[in-house]
């Protein structure tokens, strides 16, 4: 019944999947062997293991550039997750690459993010020195094979090794380089065009730039042109969101456009041939210039804004504060991280629990762990 169960899939891959996407019947299979499922491939398993953890639902609480002090338009890391997914889908079916595959590790990419965005992860990192550090991408892989309990037998969601190695090579992609799958490079080349595009978005939304000031930008006035060919007379608001709409647009359709034409000049027979080669997935070199512009434009305008920086920096001294107290007194963290505690170090075991919090939670742990010492 299994074998037949396994076909079922097997006989829908061959179908829709062109012959360098990963195929189930493929895959090197999990750590603790488990039957296959009567209806779903081990990508579906995966996809739904993630979407049900702790992990990720706590995704919803964590800001990804802008805190909520700033109002609760602009996006969480739960919301970032799901245009991710939403982008890289589209693109794999179009391509024909394992959607199922794909939407797990978009999913999984940022489940192991902290409190408050890149700013509370330099500050676990800094605190986190003298025990190699800390990466939010290293501990996503720490809450899927350690830290979510789901099953009797074994810790961890118990997630197939292609799904743990898409999510090991983000860890330093420097060192990553090819020979990944090509699923891999797309939910990364999707992420990309998501933050640009919602970046501007939110910027614009919360008044820290102006649409005029980013005008200049090749990959904007790319998109305004659009927008002005299409319509007048348009609302600031509407403005800027029929132009995000373009730059989304204008990203997938260039992903899709440029890597399908790659992928048929090369006929790759197998995923495994199409990582043993020197191509790469990402967009055209066009817009990948125009993409470099833009973000260094962000980085500069944005991110390192007046009002962020001061928000920020607040951020890294609560996360600082509250990671040496718990050094100093370990039984603040919650009896049912001791046992882990005992096994990893009082310093690991601190990262971890303060990299598991929400932004909220963060903050009142704080105010009640400092409020009685003033």
């Keep these: 019944m299994e074998t037949q169960n396994r076909s079922l899939v097997d006989e829908r891959e061959q179908l829709i999947l062109a012959p360098h996407a990963m195929f189930s019947r493929d895959s090197a299979g999990r750590l603790h062997a488990e039957a296959d499922h009567p209806y779903r491939g081990p990508f579906q398993r995966d996809r739904d293991r993630i979407l049900h953890s702790s992990a990720y639902r706590r995704l919803s609480g964590k800001m990804q550039v802008f805190t909520g ?31 199922d595959l794909v939407e797990a590790l978009a999913l999984m990419h940022d489940i192991g993010h902290p409190p408050y965005g890149h700013a509370g992860e330099d500050a676990l990192n800094e605190c986190a020195a003298a025990i190699g550090g800390f990466s939010h991408n290293r501990f996503a892989l720490t809450i899927v094979q350690e830290l979510e309990i789901r ?9 197939t090794r292609e799904v743990l190695a898409g ?20 939910v990364d080349a999707a992420d990309s065009a998501t933050y640009d595009a919602h970046d501007t978005d939110d910027a614009i939304k919360l008044n820290l730039v102006s649409l005029s000031e980013m005008e200049h930008l090749g990959l904007i006035a790319r998109c305004v042109q659009m927008v002005r060919a299409a319509y007048t007379n348009l609302t600031p608001g509407l403005m800027r969101k ?12 260039d992903l899709v456009s440029h890597n399908s034409n790659e992928l048929k000049a090369r006929q790759f027979p197998s995923a495994t041939a ?36 001061e928000i920020r920096r607040a951020a890294q001294a609560r996360l600082k504060a509250m990671f040496e107290r718990y050094c100093t ?13 005992q096994r990893v170090g009082v310093q690991q075991m601190a990262i971890e629990y303060l990299a598991g919090m929400t932004d909220h ?14």
């Design 69 to 99: 002090e700033m109002g609760d338009y602009h996006r969480t890391r739960l919301t970032h997750t799901q245009e991710v997914a939403t982008i890289a889908r589209t693109v794999a079916r179009v391509l024909r690459l394992n959607e």
């Design 151 to 159: 099953y009797d037998g074994f810790t961890g969601l118990n997630l």
């Design 167 to 186: 999510q090991t090579s983000r860890i330093d992609k420097s060192k990553a380089g090819l020979h990944r799958l090509l699923e891999v490079q797309l």
């Design 242 to 253: 029929a132009t995000v709409h373009r730059l989304i647009g204008l990203q997938v359709n």
């Design 274 to 309: 199409a990582m043993a080669s020197d191509f790469v997935f990402g967009p055209s070199s066009e817009i990948e210039e125009m993409k470099g512009e833009l973000e260094r434009f962000l980085y500069e305008r944005v991110y390192r804004h007046p009002r962020l920086v």
């Design 329 to 341: 007194c370990p039984d603040l963290i919650p009896a049912h991280y001791q046992p882990r505690l």
């Design 361 to 374: 939670f963060c903050e009142e742990t704080y105010r009640r762990m400092f409020s009685s010492s003033g």
